[in-house]
């Protein structure tokens, strides 16, 4: 499952073995756009050879909610993903609170990032 289509929703692709590769473009409500949910996504940025910070936690904290994601690829049984933290908002418009915790150690706090967006955010420090 990634956002393919960059429009803030999940879409799917599915390989039916010995099979054909499918798209599944999910076309609900756009989040973020006429009354639809809300969402964020987090990509990291880690220094060395963790380029992509597999690993890192990431915890969002948001008026009536709150969730903690680990980056990371593999979703299952020759199943991967983007490696990328995302949130379902609902309502909210922002989020108060996102603390990264990267692989090395070092711990980030962001506060009242706005939603509906994908946010690359560089670790910290040389």
């Given at each position: 499952?990634?956002?393919?289509?960059?429009?803030?929703?999940?879409?799917?692709?599915?390989l039916?073995?010995?099979?054909?590769?499918?798209?599944?473009?999910?076309?609900?409500?756009?989040?973020?756009?006429?009354?639809?949910p809300?969402?964020?996504?987090?990509?990291?940025?880690?220094?060395?050879?963790?380029?992509?910070?597999?690993?890192?936690s990431?915890?969002?904290?948001?008026?009536?909610?709150?969730?903690?994601?680990?980056?990371?690829?593999?979703?299952?049984?020759?199943?991967?993903?983007?490696?990328?933290?995302?949130?379902?908002?609902?309502?909210?418009?922002?989020?108060?609170?996102?603390?990264i915790?990267?692989?090395?150690?070092?711990?980030?706090?962001?506060?009242?990032?706005?939603?509906?967006?994908r946010?690359?955010?560089?670790?910290?420090?040389?």
């Amino acid at each position: 499952m990634a956002d393919i289509d960059g429009d803030g929703d999940l879409d799917i692709v599915a390989l039916e073995l010995g099979g054909a590769v499918r798209v599944l473009e999910n076309q609900a409500r756009s989040p973020g756009k006429a009354g639809g949910p809300h969402w964020l996504a987090v990509e990291l940025r880690a220094k060395g050879a963790n380029r992509f910070a597999l690993g890192a936690s990431v915890k969002a904290k948001w008026s009536g909610g709150e969730r903690r994601a680990e980056i990371r690829t593999s979703g299952g049984f020759q199943a991967s993903g983007p490696p990328e933290a995302r949130f379902g908002l609902g309502a909210a418009e922002r989020v108060d609170k996102l603390e990264i915790r990267w692989p090395s150690g070092k711990v980030q706090v962001l506060e009242n990032v706005a939603a509906d967006q994908r946010l690359v955010v560089e670790e910290p420090g040389g």
